[in-house]
């Protein structure tokens, strides 16, 4: 099993940067691969964005292609979620998650952190 905290999360104006972070335990965190999701109010959670476990592939939801990026540090036990551009839309509650592929599906995460409250003003 791995323990997933995320951090970074906050108040932002649109156009404006947050930085996620979401550390692991254990000593096995390269063995996963590792995703963000996000979930609104009222709405389903959503894929965000995904990294194979060497950190070589990355994927993203169209929306946030181009604005977001994905990175981890095996080291560091450590994945990062870069947000720039942010819309108001953007506001949720993020969430990082392990799992064996790294997947837009949520299905294919075993484990998931608490999440992190971003807000974007208007």
């Known amino acids: 099993q791995v323990q997933l905290v995320e951090s970074g999360g906050g108040l932002v104006q649109a156009g404006g940067s947050l930085r996620l972070s979401c550390a692991a335990s254990?000593?096995?965190?390269?063995?996963?691969?590792m995703g963000w999701f996000r979930q609104a109010p009222g709405k389903e959670r959503e894929f965000v964005a995904a990294?194979?476990?060497?950190?070589?592939?990355?994927s993203y939801a169209e929306s946030m292609r181009g604005r977001f990026t994905i990175a981890r540090d095996n080291a560091k036990n450590t994945v990062y979620l870069q947000m720039n551009s942010l819309k108001p839309e953007d506001t949720a509650v993020y969430y990082c998650?392990?799992?064996?592929?790294?997947?837009?599906?949520?299905?294919?995460?075993?484990?998931w952190g608490q999440g992190t409250q971003v807000t974007v003003s208007s």
């Open positions: 990294i194979r476990r060497n950190g070589g592939s990355r």
């Open positions: 998650a392990a799992g064996g592929i790294a997947a837009s599906s949520a299905r294919a995460y075993d484990y």
């Open positions: 254990g000593r096995t965190f390269n063995s996963y691969a």
